[in-house]
């Protein structure tokens, strides 16, 4: 629990802002109680030790979905890291899967696409570093790969493959630049997952660019599929 919660906080600045985000930032009090809500779900304890913090901890569930408009409910797996900028409608379905150093912006739903048929409740698998725009939703058992950027109020329902650029309704891929300038957390300089991305970022856009000099002057660039 704790060092998970610890990489949430250190996203949100030093220690003294750490300090201002606990004490004033609903979307910060939301995760807290993720985090503890996770712990009290997977830790090893005696079955009425977890049975009592489930009762202590459900109205509390319940303030929080009131005061912040955001649901993070621990069943959901979500890795060290998270990021949410703002406060306000962010809702993560039970059965989600959420890589590390991910950001979600208002408004955005991770979520089953069942529309009240039981076979589609599978929800979303997001790997790491990914930023979801504001407005933006993920929808059904799809697949959003590492360094994911998805624009504002992109509705995805088909997966998505690494450092990929979406945007639209549907959403379609603009680009393989990635999320790298939007996501950043402390030690990204050192994250081996991170650098072999940059590189393999790296080396789409050089495949890209040879392949504009070798296109034929007044030809169409192609930008999504």
Request: some cysteine; hydrophobic content about 40%.
């Amino acid at each position: 629990m704790f060092p998970n919660l610890s990489e949430d906080l250190r996203r949100y600045g030093n220690g003294r802002q750490q300090i201002k985000a606990l004490l004033s930032a609903p979307r910060v009090w939301a995760i807290l109680y993720y985090r503890f809500g996770r712990w009290v779900h997977t830790a090893r304890m005696p079955a009425i030790v977890r049975v009592l913090l489930k009762v202590i901890i459900g109205p509390v569930a319940v303030f929080i979905d009131i005061a912040t408009n955001m649901e993070l409910p621990p069943q959901a797996d979500i890795g060290r890291g998270l990021f949410i900028p703002h406060t306000g409608h962010v809702i993560i379905a039970f059965n989600a899967r959420i890589g590390r150093y991910c950001t979600l912006a208002q408004g955005t739903s991770v979520g089953h696409g069942a529309g009240g048929k039981e076979k589609s409740f599978s929800g979303p698998v997001l790997g790491d570093r990914v930023y979801v725009g504001p407005g933006a939703a993920v929808l059904g058992p799809i697949t959003i790969g590492d360094d994911v950027l998805i624009g504002a109020n992109t509705v995805v329902i088909r997966s998505v493959p690494d450092r990929a650029v979406v945007v639209g309704n549907p959403a379609r891929m603009i680009s393989l630049n990635g999320s790298f300038d939007l996501i950043s957390y402390n030690g990204m300089e050192r994250d081996p997952s991170r650098l072999e991305a940059l590189e393999e970022a790296g080396k789409s856009r050089l495949d890209l660019t040879e392949h504009d000099e070798q296109r034929p002057s007044g030809a169409l660039t192609i930008t999504s599929h």
